[in-house]
């Protein structure tokens, strides 16, 4: 008989060989979700996106010298895609990140502070209204995007 408190079943996203690693759950309670944020995470997932998927996402790159790199890169692995709202949110993301070019990134944003290459830019983000609506209808489905009142939102927007 196995001692393993962790049992295989379909209803839990175990993959081969997911026992022999040590894992947590991390969730931000609803508490956390409520104060913590200017803007509201409304969608969240990890996916590993095939090569043509990524095609999709960099369609308006296709002629750029570094089209092929890119897609390579991005569809090299696990990729955590969220889709954030709120009043000013896709400047205020591209302000977060900083420069496409690491090197030309502030101090303080993410690119800036964490990364070093433009071909190893670490984040992206929408660059505008209707590259952020294709971004979002590309990687997600409306049913997975959540609809729910922050709280704070009143005091936020008045
Ligand atoms: P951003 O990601 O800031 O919106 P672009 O849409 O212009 O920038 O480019 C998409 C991605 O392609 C960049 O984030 C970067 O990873 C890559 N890229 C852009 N320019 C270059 C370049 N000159 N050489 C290599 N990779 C590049």
């Known amino acids: ?4 408190t962790v ?7 175990l993959y081969r060989g997911f026992k022999k690693m040590e894992h947590t759950f991390i969730a931000i ?4 979700v409520q104060r913590g944020l200017e803007f509201k995470l409304v ?10 998927f990524v095609q999709k996402h960099y369609h308006d790159l296709k002629e750029r010298p570094f089209f092929n790199g890119s897609c390579d890169f991005l569809s090299s692995g696990p990729v ?10 896709i400047r ?4 977060l990140i900083g420069a496409t070019d690491p090197q030309k990134s502030e101090p303080g944003t993410i690119r800036g502070d964490l990364a070093v290459v433009v071909g190893r ?7 505008g209204p209707v590259t952020a ?9 409306p049913q997975k995007l959540v609809s729910y009142t922050n709280n704070a939102e009143k005091w936020i927007y008045g």
């Open 1 to 4: 008989e196995s001692s393993e």
């Open 133 to 141: 609506k294709d971004e979002i209808n590309l990687w997600f489905k």
């Open 7 to 13: 049992s295989e079943s379909d209803d839990m996203l």
């Open 29 to 32: 309670k609803p508490d956390g």
């Open 80 to 89: 955590i895609a969220m889709v954030w709202e709120g009043e000013g949110v």
């Open 121 to 127: 830019n670490i984040i992206h983000g929408s660059d």
């Open 92 to 95: 205020y993301g591209r302000k």
């Open 43 to 52: 969608g969240i997932k990890v996916v590993v996106p095939s090569k043509d």
